[in-house]
């Protein structure tokens, strides 16, 4: 089939739009950020990715909630953090977290923290505000370099690239095996269409023709 998502973004046959299971698997930004007030969230965000190497720059995308735009309360508490504190940290979600990674997507009441809810240890950063989940095996902490409003939705909701500068890595050194980073060790988790995750069991190598 052939079809122009501008139209209908899942014609018959499709249930439901495909994007996510054609665009996959995409790693999950598990973004830590905080308010003026020093509230901290922490949500996971499967639009996720790097985007250069040197300088350092990844970014998610928060969008809106759905029945609104980002100008209305539906705007999510991330999106609205990291306006106010430009900074944030991203846990990288390994197999053993997925379910608590789960948990801290539930909608809370905003102020409310997610580490607690989910039985998570916030440990302090060293080159930012927002703490980076104890957790987890490797994170990144990020100044925000920009907040890039993208094209609304068909519904009108609004959504948001935030990218920013990695300014600070840590990596469980148990992680490291002669220079690089394990990737079966890390264990990292993916998102995939609908409902569906995978998490690095197996690699291959390929090298460059050139």
């Known amino acids: ?41 922490l949500a996971p965000y499967s639009y996720f990715n790097a985007f250069s190497s040197d300088p350092p720059i990844v970014g998610f995308a928060p969008n809106a909630r759905l029945g609104g735009t980002d100008a209305q ?77 993208l094209p609304a939705a068909r519904d009108g909701r609004t959504s948001h690239l935030v990218l920013g500068e990695v300014i600070g890595v840590y990596i469980d050194d148990a992680l490291i095996t002669d220079g690089r980073v394990d990737s079966i060790a890390l264990a990292q988790v993916a998102r995939l269409g609908y409902n569906d995750y995978t998490n690095v069991a197996s690699i291959y190598a390929m090298r460059r023709p050139d």
């Not at 499709?14 to 020093?38: E, M, S, Y």
């Not at 979600?93 to 789960?102: G, Q, T």
Request: proline share 10%; with cysteine; glycine share 4%.
């Open 1 to 41: 089939m052939h079809y122009d998502p501008r139209i209908d973004p899942k014609p018959a046959p499709l249930k439901f739009n495909p994007l996510n299971a054609l665009v996959a698997p995409r790693p999950i930004g598990w973004i830590t950020t905080i308010d003026r007030q020093g509230r901290i969230n």
């Open 73 to 149: 309360t539906n705007a999510k508490d991330t999106l609205r953090n990291v306006r106010e504190v430009p900074e944030f940290t991203a846990s990288i979600v390994s197999a053993d977290l997925a379910i608590p990674m789960n948990e801290t997507s539930r909608e809370l009441p905003y102020g409310e923290n997610e580490f607690t809810a989910a039985g998570l240890t916030a440990v302090v950063s060293r080159n930012v505000r927002p703490p980076r989940v104890g957790e987890a095996r490797a994170a990144l902490e990020c100044r925000v370099f920009d907040v890039i409003t």
